[in-house]
């Protein structure tokens, strides 16, 4: 592994575009469980029954009990992991111009990372049903159930359930930087969610070269991912980044 590692900074390190595609995995050692695989909330919940917009429409109430509030409770007390915290000194260094999340928690921000698209949106804020106006989920109630705002109308997170577009101007975005970055770090998504799954594809078709980081295969490993380095984002961000300076040092 660690000449694997050695040989990814060096790539790393002569990179000046390099786009990062991060999914739930890189937030589980911040105590975030991720939706798919082991200890993931799939095996607890069934998703299309409580994270699709049409359960949410039809039930607000069941949802915010069974999913809504254990993610208020995890989010609140979630703080960033050394591989938001790598992202965001590779991005200090001029090696990363942009990170593509699927994750809603705000902690590559909380991080530091500047550039961040928010491709499922983010749960720090609730939005209105009726009127539209925000409120920051920290000052929600959760005394009545399903919370709601001023004006009585029900609350919703920010974020989008299954079965919701992509933000327009974020898939875009998504889709020209992927384009046009010269490395992708692809860490901690199973990438089975489309549209964020087709990013490393954009980004290997116009010549970039793919590093994963995950514990476990994906469907990309295989035919995709150049450069596949198995582990924890937390253990491996910050052995590469170590080895990314030591080499922009040498030169
Ligand atoms: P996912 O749940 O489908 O997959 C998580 C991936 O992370 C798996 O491939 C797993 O092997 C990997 N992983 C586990 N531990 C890891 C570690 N320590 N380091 C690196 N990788 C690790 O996640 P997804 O692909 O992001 O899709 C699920 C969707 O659910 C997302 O689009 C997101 O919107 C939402 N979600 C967000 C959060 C969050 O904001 N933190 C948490 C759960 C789900
Ligand atoms: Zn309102």
């Known amino acids: 592994m660690s000449s694997l590692i050695e040989h990814t900074a060096k790539i790393l390190a002569k990179a000046t575009r390099a786009v990062a595609l991060t999914g739930a995995g890189i937030s589980v050692e911040s105590g975030i469980p991720p939706f798919r695989g082991k200890g993931g909330l799939w095996e607890k919940i069934d998703p299309m029954r409580y994270a699709h917009i049409d359960a949410f429409m039809d039930d607000p109430e069941t949802v ?3 999913l809504i509030k254990d993610m208020k409770h995890v989010l609140d007390r979630a703080r960033p992991n050394p591989g938001h915290t ?5 991005e200090e260094m001029g090696i990363l111009t942009s990170i593509i999340t699927q994750n ?3 902690l590559h921000q909380m991080a530091g990372t500047r550039d961040v698209i928010e491709f499922h949106g983010n749960f720090a804020w609730q939005r209105c049903l009726a009127c539209n106006q925000s409120i920051e989920t920290a000052k929600v109630d959760l005394g009545q159930m399903p919370p709601r705002c001023g004006c009585g109308g029900i609350l919703r997170p920010n974020c989008i359930f299954f079965g ?9 975005r998504s889709q020209q930087l992927s384009a046009a970055c010269d ?7 199973s990438a089975t ?3 964020a799954a087709s990013m490393p594809v954009i980004a290997k078709q116009n010549g970039a070269v793919i590093i994963e980081i995950n ?3 994906t469907p990309l490993t295989a035919h995709i991912s150049d450069l596949p380095l198995m582990g924890g984002a937390g253990s491996i961000m910050p052995r590469l980044v170590a080895s990314v300076r030591r080499h922009l040092a040498d030169r």
């Open 64 to 66: 915010w009990n069974v």
């Open 86 to 90: 790598g992202l965001a000194e590779l």
């Open 104 to 106: 809603v928690d705000g």
């Open 164 to 172: 919701e577009l992509i933000p327009h101007r974020e898939l875009t």
């Open 183 to 189: 490395v992708m770090l692809v860490i901690g998504t």
């Open 193 to 195: 969610v489309q549209p």
């Open 215 to 217: 514990p476990e295969p």
